[in-house]
């Protein structure tokens, strides 16, 4: 195939007529992993058959690309971060046939996912594989995070990215590579062409030119573009060995588009003979990879043909028995499939809470945020921060980063591209590497393209890798309304993300809690999404004294705003304060009202809750977010379920109207809660 790069990229080492500087026993190596891999392939669809396996997705075709790849690799000094399809990389870093059984059968055992994965989600400790998820393309930004960290760690340290052709079709993808070109970030991005997405032909995929995914990324600056016959090990080798010298010096990028074939269906659940032509099958067989390398070297004298027999034999018998082996291993039990959702080590139990004063200056909330994140930075030299516009002399939309980079450099403290997939998936990889990635969204209405990173991957991380790997990270986010910002700065997305098990979410009313609860997240090995009212940020009312450096607040704690006998509201955020002033409205009519500002959404502190409506009687929960579906519903669910015997009434709920949020005053304030609609909905309630 063609290649293609800039002029001043330097040329393809070795010579594949002379094995490219390969020793027999090194060629024997790659053929014994390339066919033990194919070996694998049809055990499983064999098991399959059996009913004793349930899904595979195989690599045949591919090994000759992986191979070499994997053996490219710096163990357990490079990171990889492959797809579905690589068995064969995994087997050439040196995972055994055992391990891939005990993973393909989701046995207890399993080293990459303890059974909860299906198969083919590769992943090593050992060998710094972040276990795998099913998404395509969401690994393609964490690469180029962990390739972040290790640069700011100070590590020569190379990471391996791959797909399918078809997954460049992904957002991400180009978004992935746009971050690695504009650092030079050493990131190796194999796509395995197959010319197949499932059914869907690259022609239908690719808009680059002749469907080419290497022309297509030809404006990318530092980008080593390489384009092979990803069939031809020899071919393959030189390539890996080129692209992996030009990340590890520092050159930036590269991003090799391989030529493969697809020998079987895409997956097990698939029959490609429903889509494809009968010639593409048999075209492509003429180029499977183990056949073409073995005949070269039978005819170069490497190997004879008997001897290729004995050799496929001991392959074929080594990977019964290790399937055999496999098949007789415990399943996992029951009861663990309720095991590390979040950390189990005990730190958020252990760390020292409430300990310190609370007798500062009166600070304001975006105040409070800013010194949160200085103490902690400069007792934490693991913690960046990132994000739009967060640098001096901006210091984000709402200056909470004011100074930071000032204070603690442009390294720690730095700019995003105007992407959040990109912040967010960034951010993942430099936690999987080891740092404390606290990133700025700024406003909620715009975190939706992070989505799928936060969903999919960031709260999954602990979960999917049986507690193998974890993702500490903090997303500050601004949201709220009541500052006329119409549909797209206004919006409360509490309710969204209630909905993920691995997130934990704090949503604090004042600047001490703010303070004390950011300082806490910063300091927990779980995700946090960490809420900030962009109302309350300048607020007279949400400004208190400030704690000191040594205070902590936990989550799951909520806080007695004021007590009272006769109902009980349960609140948080901006509607905290607007419950109060209705609440002190009503103590003047003789009314005694308990109110609970909850805090943190993720963990909730049900037992203050509980205890109160015990002593009330009567509960009502107040939230800005709309009605339908919003966390009080949750809330309510609840109390109706712990409280039931206890109550004088329907638990009420007030919340902001289903509709978006308008811009005008007099349309979002008609949308939303405000004191006065508070005050008539527990007067109504406490007069049931």
């Given at each position: 195939m063609e290649k293609t790069a800039r002029e001043e990229t330097p040329l393809i080492t070795g010579k594949t007529d002379s094995f490219g500087g390969l020793t027999k026993k090194e060629l024997m190596n790659a053929l014994r992993l390339m066919f033990t891999s194919r070996q694998i392939d049809h055990k499983v669809m064999n098991l399959l058959k059996q009913g004793k396996s349930f899904f595979h997705i195989a690599g045949a075709g591919h090994e000759a690309a992986q191979v070499a790849f994997g053996l490219a690799m710096d163990k357990r000094v490079d990171w990889g971060f492959p797809y579905y399809r690589d068995m064969a990389f995994m087997l050439s870093l040196g995972v055994k046939p055992e391990e891939i059984f005990l993973h393909m059968l989701g046995k207890a055992d399993d080293p990459m996912t303890g059974g909860r994965q299906m198969p083919c989600h590769w992943g090593s400790k050992e060998f710094n594989i972040p276990t795998q998820s099913s998404p395509t393309g969401t690994q393609f930004l964490q690469a180029v995070g962990v390739a972040l960290a290790e640069r700011k760690k100070g590590n020569n340290a190379v990471v391996y990215v791959s797909s399918g052709e078809g997954t460049t079709s992904q957002g991400e993808f180009h978004e992935a590579v746009n971050w690695a070109s504009r650092e030079k970030l050493p990131v190796v991005f194999l796509v395995q062409n197959n010319k197949w997405a499932i059914s869907v032909p690259v022609t239908q995929q690719s808009g680059g030119r002749h469907s080419s995914i290497v022309e297509m990324m030809r404006g990318y600056e530092n980008l080593l573009r390489l384009d092979c016959d990803g069939t031809d090990f020899l071919n393959m080798n030189a390539i890996a060995q080129s692209a992996f010298k030009y990340a590890r010096q520092g050159k930036g990028p590269a991003l090799i588009e391989a030529h493969v074939v697809r020998l079987f269906s895409h997956s097990s659940s698939d029959d490609q003979k429903k889509y494809r032509p009968v010639e593409s099958i048999e075209a492509d067989l003429?180029?499977?990879?183990?056949?073409?390398?073995?005949r070269l070297l039978i005819k170069k004298g490497v190997l004879t043909e008997l001897s290729y027999e004995e050799f496929k034999k001991e392959i074929i018998s080594h990977v019964n028995e290790s399937a055999d082996w496999a098949l007789a291993q415990e399943d996992p039990k029951p009861e663990t499939a309720l095991h590390f959702v979040l950390d189990n080590s005990g730190r958020r139990?252990?760390?020292?809470y409430e300990k310190g004063r609370i007798d500062g200056k009166p600070v304001v909330l975006v105040d409070a945020i800013n010194h949160?994140?200085?103490?902690?930075?400069?007792r934490n030299n693991k913690i960046y921060l990132f994000g739009e516009d967060v640098q001096d002399n901006k210091g984000g939309v709402f200056t909470a980063t004011k100074g930071l980079s000032t204070q603690f450099g442009n390294d720690r403290v730095f700019n995003s591209p105007l992407a959040e997939a990109s912040i967010m998936g960034v951010g993942i990889g430099m936690a999987l590497a080891g740092l404390k990635p606290c990133v700025e969204i700024q406003f909620g209405d715009y975190i939706w393209p992070a989505f799928m990173q936060i969903r999919d991957e960031l709260t999954m991380y602990r979960y999917r890798s049986n507690n193998l790997f974890e993702a500490p990270f903090v997303i500050r986010v601004a949201v709220g309304g009541y500052i006329h910002g119409g549909l797209y700065h206004s919006q409360n997305i509490e309710g969204f993300f209630a909905h993920m098990p691995g997130l934990l979410i704090?949503?604090?009313s004042n600047a001490a809690d703010a303070k004390a609860l950011l300082k806490t997240a910063l300091r927990l090995n779980d995700p946090v999404l960490f809420l900030e009212h962009k109302g309350l940020y300048r607020q007279s009312y949400s400004t208190v004294p400030e704690p000191d450096a040594d205070y902590l607040l936990p989550f799951g704690k909520a806080r007695v705003v004021t007590e009272g006998k006769d109902l009980t509201v349960i609140s948080y955020g901006a509607m905290v304060h607007e419950s109060n002033f209705a609440i002190q409205k009503l103590a003047a009519e003789g009314f005694s009202v308990e109110l609970i500002d909850i805090r943190t959404i993720n963990p909730l502190d049900e037992s203050t809750i509980i205890a109160s409506i015990k002593k009330t009687g009567k509960a009502i929960i107040i939230h800005e977010d709309s009605l339908t579906s919003g966390f009080g519903a949750e809330i309510a669910a609840r109390i109706s379920e712990k409280a039931f015997e206890y109550l004088d009434g329907p638990v009420r709920r007030v919340g902001a109207a289903d509709t978006p949020i308008p811009y005008h005053p007099n349309l979002e304030n008609y949308i939303l809660p405000?004191?006065?609609?508070?005050?008539?909905?527990?007067?109504e309630l406490l007069e049931y």
């Open positions: 003429k180029k499977d990879p183990i056949e073409n390398f073995s139990e252990n760390l020292e949160a994140l200085k103490e902690e930075m400069d704090a949503y604090p405000n004191r006065n609609k508070i005050y008539d909905s527990i007067k």
